[in-house]
């Protein structure tokens, strides 16, 4: 009957009718199960030995959330702030580290306020130590660890790396210098910079590849 | 907090004799904040019935959260009763696109020889908004957008009341972004929106079998959303976005998969349904 009812658009929207209902159509249904049963609060009914059975689907059509089913239930004396936004990197970030995990070219994400956010595996291969090992960190203070120099082996200044360049000035950027990897040995490497924009107001980093001369 | 489901169907309506449970329109949910201003969460084809539901019920002040343009969250626009009232106030939220903004794109499909009738003659008072970066007030509950992995400027929406809380990621494609195996909350595709809700619709368009065949086409697999859960650790999943060739049947099974998939892990995992009313706290 309840097939009957659905087929027609009849719609059972009180719950506890709904329940009474299906106890019912359960006992006409001649349910093998005896002794206690429950609703899993997801349309299934409980039989005695605890597997789940589908209710009658018209009578699925008001749910109601049990408490024990709320998760982090909010303090409604005290509205608490809504979504701290930064808990997640922006998603051009997210899809920028997919991709350059999946890179053989050495690859490094920076975010707007210029921290070194992720390196992949080709890049732990020219600088000497893995992302994992080193963390996210200011980006200027890892770059510096690496003492680049010019050629001539004078102080590469911050405003001409180019991850810098590409932070201050939202620009790309190129440099070729010399650095001395976590491991100890002299390299030379290019870099070039580019931002990151998911608008075109909105800055939210730079990726940056390099490679050994 | 009441949500009510118009339509949960993917990709495209699919009425007829093997859909008549979980139903065939598309996305479209009602989120029951405050009597007289209603909050609607896309406008796939299941907004017509709740148009002319909105129109019996006086109500005159509609906030319209589009999370993409797709076909399947735009079609019902234009047959949305409410639009074709002059005494109407609609507030349109999508996500904004660098190329054109959210009415230029949506005035596409009110154009011929999509549709005879302008965007600009539609009598109702149309405001056309880019979702906010930050947190907004809409009837009493607050809302967060932000963008989740799907073909094209798409995002999702968290709404909170003092009480309750749900997410509404009906398009996303997490695995594309590397999955939720392995990281921290803050790589997680839509996790700010997510984390922690009491309830979270999420696509689920297919089985882990069906998904192989389909990587990148923006939808998950149930197994996906499962480990999405809780990886997020939401509350109730309800599974949403249902694939245009899954039959009652086939949906019944999907549900039986996610309900294994996330043993152990709260209340078990629901199919959205047209016509289910959930109520929140």
Sequence with gaps: ?213 | VRLKIWGCRGSVPTPGPDTILYGGNTSCVEVCLDNDVALVLDAGTGIRRLGLELMERGVRRIHLCLTHLHLDHLEGLRFFAPLWDEQVTVDIWGPPSPLLSLRERIARSFSPPLFPVDLGDVPAAVTFHDVPREPWAIAGGRLAADFVVHPGPTVGFRIETPTASVAYLPDHEPALAGGVAGKTIDWISGASLANGVDALLHDAQYFEDEYQERIGWGHSSVAAAVSYLRAVDAGRLLLFHHEPRHSDRLLDELEERARVLAEGHGPPPMLAREGMVVELP
Excluded at chain 1, 40 to 58: F, K, L, M, N, V
Excluded at chain 1, 66 to 95: F, M
Excluded at chain 1, 117 to 146: C, H, K, Q
């Design chain 1, 1 to 213: 009957m309840l097939d009957v009812l659905q087929r027609a658009g009849v719609e059972v929207v009180h719950a506890d009718d709904a329940e009474a209902f299906a106890d019912e159509e359960i006992a006409k249904m001649g349910a093998e199960e005896s002794g206690p049963a429950g609703d899993d609060g997801g349309g299934h009914r409980r039989d005695a030995t605890g597997r789940s059975r589908r209710e009658p689907q018209a009578l699925r059509g008001l749910y109601r959330l049990p408490a024990s089913s709320i998760k982090g239930r909010l303090d409604a004396t005290a509205y608490p702030p809504l979504v701290e936004k930064r808990r997640q990197k922006h998603l051009v970030l997210i899809l920028a580290r997919e991709l350059a995990s999946n890179l053989a070219t050495p690859t490094l994400i920076a975010d707007d306020e210029g921290t070194l956010i992720f390196y992949n595996d080709a890049a732990a291969d020219v600088v000497g130590r893995t992302f994992a090992e080193n963390g996210e960190m200011p980006l200027d203070e890892w770059t510096a660890s690496f003492s680049p120099r010019t050629r001539d082996a004078e102080e590469l200044p911050p405003n001409r790396r180019p991850a810098r360049i590409a932070l201050d000035q939202r620009r790309a950027a190129h440099e070729q210098f010399r650095i001395t990897s976590a491991d100890g040995v002299d390299r030379t490497v290019a870099v070039t910079a580019f931002p990151l924009f998911a608008h075109v107001d909105e800055f939210v980093g730079i990726m940056a590849i390099f490679w050994r001369e």
